[in-house]
């Protein structure tokens, strides 16, 4: 260019203006509600200072079915149907713990067989929520590979789902009094295959994470939280493990025989991310150790308890026996007389403590049901949990807590 | 290890008149308390240096359309930790007086727990930070945990209750 033609083109430039001057604004950030990410419909309304995290707000509820007001008009064994919707990643565990609710309000003894294979049944469900929750938290950190190994797995389990009750997602597994039947020698091979292929797997994935580089950058130290902050945000389950409290409803209240188990129960230190992350493993290893000891000592018995004016009949009885079609009647119809009472139920669900508080006033339906939801408790905690971190950890973090959306809303 | 009994005598010692109906179903000390008396009641069980009944379990609440003046019951699940202890609080109110002070200055988990009471059962909780519908949306202008919002709708008449549950 020759010098003519460059001083036209400067005549041309505006005048300098100094360095570009940036207003400290805030950016809003929708993450959510049907954002991949979020795995599951709820939102959060992010206050953003270019990458950072300044403040969240959730807005939660979008799948709120009236679980509560709905079981106000339905017979007990219908409820166990809606129990399956909460935490749709451990459905058994659901399951279990509103039939142990209704019976410890009928006062019904379970024999030992039907406890142990509802033990195997609900250790086998936080096996695959646990799965679910650090397998995703690994696609969350762009680690596809270790969530596809384990996923054939999940598959498995739900195989034995299938074969004890017949499906998959939604279980609604066993009956009030006891499980609607027997293992069969199908599910009882499925599960001891399982449990040594299980631990093949487990220690591939724990090969491809635990000290993997890149894996570990983004969750150390991220969204850590303390044993204090946690209690009083009412964290429970592994979250509240991973801050160093070892509370576990299955060793301080022992519900379906957990007290005849031998496992540990694994805490962190920091309650970060990687916390969860191990101590969500680890768990996946003790229900492993429950599992064995559980089909392994599976006790002689019937599978339901002696208590026909609450537990189905069975159907051959039915057209047969006169007494069989009562009660079958009786409680297909809801007609079973349930004590007047108020019962709190708890159980260790994949999150947490799971509760039923149940308030019966002698009708065929509950006068009241709450659910203490895990989730709903602990996700109030994630703003603070985010804050001053980047988007992509606030990701991780959503991931490691495990919020499941049918948990929180109900 | 904790006893009932004992719990309950402490409290009653140190509250007096604003506790009352001491019961146990299923092993669970459920006693109800006064309004004005929740909080100093459940910072006392929280600061106890035995009892340290540290976690809140849940906040709910019942309504009693039939019992005048004592329609809604707010429930309070409190945990020791350290005891291995629970303990039930319940909490009258009249329907038209239907406040009663927040615990959120205690426990942070009481936030949303209040917020869904007061979101199904139309509770208000004095003092709370952000008393806003949860479940819900914000356009809704009833709370329908009550009793009196039927389930079905109310004009169909092939869906009597005699048939359908309740």
């Not at chain 1, 009236?66 to 219908?78: D, T, V």
């Not at chain 1, 379970?110 to 646990?130: F, G, N």
């Not at chain 2, 309950?8 to 299923?26: H, L, M, R, W």
Request: charged residues 25%; proline residues 5%; aromatic residues 12%.
């Amino acid at each position: 260019m020759v010098s003519e033609e460059l001083d036209i083109a400067k005549k041309n430039l505006p005048a300098e203006q100094g360095p570009v001057q940036y207003v400290n604004e805030l950016t809003t950030l929708n993450l959510g509600p049907t954002h991949p990410a979020t795995h599951g419909i709820f939102q959060n309304v992010l206050q953003m200072d270019g990458e950072k995290i300044v403040s969240g707000e959730q807005t939660i509820g979008y799948i709120h079915r009236a679980f509560e007001k709905i079981a106000e008009r339905r017979p007990f064994y219908q409820i166990t149907t809606l129990t399956d919707r909460m935490n749709y990643c451990s459905s058994p565990i659901n399951n279990m713990g509103w039939h142990m609710t209704v019976e410890k309000l009928l006062g019904v003894e379970v024999p030992k067989r039907a406890q142990y294979i509802r033990v195997i049944m609900m250790e086998l469900a936080r096996l695959a929520d646990h799965l679910i929750c650090n397998g995703i938290l690994g696609v969350d950190t762009g680690a596809f590979t270790g969530f596809l190994y384990i996923y054939q797995e999940r598959e498995n389990i739900y195989e034995i789902y299938e074969e004890v009750c017949g499906a998959r997602l939604t279980t609604n597994m066993g009956r009030i009094g006891g499980m609607e039947r027997d293992l069969s020698p199908t599910a009882i091979r499925k599960i001891k295959e399982l449990i040594p292929r299980f631990r093949k797997v487990l220690t591939e994935f724990e090969n491809l994470f635990n000290r993997n580089r890149i894996f570990m950058d983004r969750v150390v130290g991220v969204g850590g939280i303390t044993a204090e902050r946690a209690l009083s945000y009412g964290f429970t389950g592994p979250n509240l493990r991973a801050a160093g409290v070892d509370y576990d409803v299955r060793v301080m209240n022992p519900y379906s025989s957990y007290q005849d188990f031998e496992f540990d129960i694994p805490v962190g230190q920091s309650g970060d991310t990687y916390d969860r992350f191990m101590v969500r493993n680890e768990e996946m290893w003790q229900s492993l150790r429950i599992l064995e000891q559980a089909i392994n000592n599976l006790p002689e018995g019937p599978h339901f308890a002696d208590a026909p004016q609450y537990y189905l009949p069975p159907k051959q009885e039915v057209y047969k026996n006169m007494e069989a079609l009562i009660y079958h009647f009786k409680i297909v119809m809801g007609e079973i007389d349930a004590p007047v009472g108020e019962v709190y139920h708890a159980v260790e669900g994949g999150n947490g403590e799971l509760g039923f508080y149940l308030i019966s006033d002698g009708g065929r339906a509950p006068y009241r049901l709450h659910f203490r939801r895990p989730c709903f408790i602990y996700y109030q905690a994630y703003p603070e949990m985010c804050k001053g971190l980047t988007l992509s950890d606030a990701i991780v973090i959503m991931s490691s807590m495990n919020v499941i959306a049918g948990e929180l809303d109900a | 290890m904790l006893t009932n009994e004992e719990v309950a005598q402490t409290i009653i010692n140190q509250f007096g008149e604003a506790v009352g109906e001491f019961d146990d179903p299923f092993d669970l000390l459920t006693f109800t308390a006064s309004r004005d008396q929740i909080v100093p009641l459940v910072r006392f069980l929280n600061e106890h240096t035995t009892y340290q009944f540290s976690f809140l379990t849940d906040i709910t609440a019942i309504h009693y359309p039939d019992s005048a003046g004592r329609e809604f019951c707010v429930v309070y699940h409190l945990h020791s930790l350290t005891n291995n202890f629970r303990l039930r609080i319940k909490v009258y109110l009249a329907e038209d007086d239907i406040h009663i002070p927040t615990l959120t200055p205690l426990f942070a988990s009481a936030n949303w727990m209040e917020r869904e009471t007061f979101d199904l059962f139309g509770v208000i909780f004095d003092g709370h930070p952000d008393l806003r519908r949860i479940l819900n949306m914000e356009e809704m202008d009833y709370h329908p945990m009550r009793k009196q919002y039927p389930l079905e709708d109310a004009t169909r008449e092939d869906k009597i209750d005699a048939l359908f549950g309740r």
